[in-house]
Nanobody
Framework: QVEVVESGGGLVQPGGSLRLSCTASGSIFSIYVMSWYRQAPGKQRELVATMPNRGSTNYADSVKGRFTISRDNAKNSAYLQMTSLKPEDTAVYYC???????????????WGEGTQVTVSS
């Protein structure tokens, strides 16, 4: 019922920047929280940043000071501005949206298919 689509990944040199975008669509009544996760080859998926409607924005220690999450609630969208990128930031980045749908007010927990970020010279 709720689809999430990411965009903005690509190849960037160390020290460079990228901006990821994510948009949720469908029978959305409200999105409570939007988050970015990433999964590097051979590793588990990890939380990068999360931004609830209320409360604090949280970041993984490894990206604090370099990444910034933001939202546009009118567009059901989230963004991840990544700066000072390092080779260890290379991963598939996934967007997650959690909230409730219009028709039944049932909760949803939707994931995008991911976008590849590669940091290499």
């Amino acid at each position: 019922q709720v689809e999430v689509v990411e965009s903005g990944g690509g190849l960037v040199q160390p020290g460079g920047s990228l901006r990821l975008s994510c948009t949720a669509s469908g029978s959305i009544f409200s999105i409570y929280v939007m988050s970015w996760y990433r999964q590097a080859p051979g590793k588990q998926r990890e939380l990068v940043a999360t931004m609830p409607n209320r409360g604090s924005t949280n970041y993984a220690d490894s990206v604090k000071g370099r990444f910034t999450i933001s939202r546009d609630n009118a567009k059901n969208s989230a963004y991840l501005q990544m700066t000072s990128l390092k080779p260890e930031d290379t991963a598939v980045y996934y967007c997650n949206a959690r909230g409730v749908v219009i028709t039944t007010t049932s909760p949803f927990n939707s994931w995008g298919e991911g976008t590849q970020v590669t940091v290499s010279s």
